[in-house]
């Protein structure tokens, strides 16, 4: 790669790490990324906000004619590295996060326009790289969580799992519907390791659906055939991960752990708490557990483990270990004895409402919030409030207080209430 070239797909991966889930310079990813943007479109995407912007305003910000970069974000959008949408006759585009995103983009469906095989040899590395990983799940919000399998909560607690935490609620209520290659399990296939579970699986609904539709991206299905998704997922022992909103989510994943990166990390890396875990907890019945173990065998993260006992009689026994289970039922599911069950967590994790609550979230605890907010280069206020929010946020009374979850929600609902009063909010409300 020549000097201006690497110059180029450097600064686009440090605009991606503008982002909430960032990007942080490493070699693998440069190289990625030049294998699936030209050093024109790259040095676009470096100047486009971290929010929707129309084509008028674009064209000011990068310099490049209205038409010309209309046929440029076209083009980028059918290949992924855009995202567009249209409001009341006006199209708006914003370029695509790392992570979910441009990493799943290039291998969501097979392709011929860019080398995939050796796109998944990198990306691949890149599950190895910490410091890659840690930009992608470095903070306590994450955009995935663990719901759990349908009938595996206690039925005594039946009543308190919410519509969001349901996926078949999530797919009846959806006004579109997607589903596309599994990026994880195509990646280990171009990389010639073996998986056996499906390929085509992974979902998506609504907004997200519909520019992947749109765009020949995934494959436009109806809601009974969602459903069985779910159903034969399930059957599989696969952890359901959705988007991490109560309002309108964007996807559900259906992971395994010898494929998906999410479940990979999770156990390879204890620092990095790759996905948010559902608001149960498995619990063994002692008085009918026989120690037979396929609970431990088919336990994603690890969590369960046989334990030697001596009353009322020696065996082994399945002990959990609370602090690494998922709440995902998959143990539920593979016990034959009826001794396992989903309860309630003492402590409820809080789900953010929408997609721009969580991104918010996300870049409060990464110190990305200034790019998420002044996001207009070309606006005094906006440079301004940058280099302010930045320098407030990094004081150390300020982020002791921000610790606490209460200022956070207030802090958010102000933030958010601002935005939404702007055309760009209006935009962003629906989605």
Not at 178 to 199: A, F, G, I, M, N
Request: aromatic content about 6%; proline content about 4%.
């Amino acid at each position: 790669m020549s000097g201006h070239h690497h110059r180029a797909y450097h600064h686009l991966e440090k605009r991606l790490d503008a982002y909430p889930v960032g990007s942080p310079s490493a070699p693998f990813f440069q190289k990625v990324l030049s294998l699936i943007f030209s050093r024109e479109e790259a040095e676009v995407a470096t100047k486009m906000p971290c929010q929707l912007t129309d084509l008028s305003h674009l064209s000011r910000i990068t310099g490049v004619p209205s038409k010309k970069l209309q046929n440029m974000l076209e083009k980028m959008a059918d290949r992924g590295l855009v995202l567009d949408l249209e409001r009341e006759g006006k199209t708006y585009y914003l370029l695509t996060p790392t992570v979910p995103g441009i990493v799943e983009m290039t291998l969501m469906r097979v392709r011929d326009d860019i080398p995939q095989k050796e796109i998944a040899e990198l990306l691949s590395h890149g599950q190895n790289d910490q410091g890659f990983l840690r930009a992608v799940f470095g903070g306590k919000t994450q955009f995935g969580r663990v719901i759990p399998y349908e009938g595996t909560v206690a039925e005594k607690y039946h009543h308190q799992v919410a519509s969001y935490e349901r996926g078949e609620d999530v797919i009846r209520e959806a006004r579109a519907i997607s589903v596309t290659l599994c990026y994880c399990r195509h990646e280990k296939k171009l990389s010639e390791e073996e998986c056996t579970h499906p390929l085509e699986v992974c979902t998506a609904f609504n907004t997200a659906a519909e520019f992947l539709i749109r765009h020949d991206l995934g494959r436009k299905i109806e809601k009974e055939e969602a459903l069985d998704i779910l159903a034969r997922t399930g059957e599989l022992g696969m952890v359901h991960v959705i988007d991490n909103v109560r309002q309108r989510p964007t996807f559900i994943c259906h992971c395994c752990s010898c494929s998906c990166g999410i479940m990979r990390a999770f156990r390879a890396f204890e620092e990095f708490p790759t996905v948010v875990s559902s608001n149960y907890r498995a619990r063994v019945e002692a008085e009918k557990c026989i120690g037979c173990g396929r609970c431990a065998r088919a336990c994603p993260v690890g969590a369960i483990n046989l334990e030697k006992i001596w009353e009322p009689k020696a065996g082994l026994q399945a002990e959990v270990d609370n602090s690494v289970c998922i709440g995902c039922g998959v143990c539920v599911k593979s016990c034959r004895k009826d001794a396992l069950r989903l309860e309630p967590r003492k402590e409820r994790k809080i789900t953010p409402e929408t997609t721009f609550h969580r991104l918010a979230l996300m870049a409060m605890e990464r110190g990305k919030l200034a790019d998420l907010v002044f996001y207009d280069p070309t606006k005094m206020t906006h440079r301004l409030g940058k280099i302010m929010v930045k320098s407030f946020l990094k004081m150390p009374l300020l982020q002791r207080v921000m610790l606490q979850q209460e200022f956070n929600s207030r802090f958010l609902d102000f933030i958010y209430a601002g935005i939404r009063r702007t055309e760009m909010g209006r935009v962003l409300e629906e989605l």
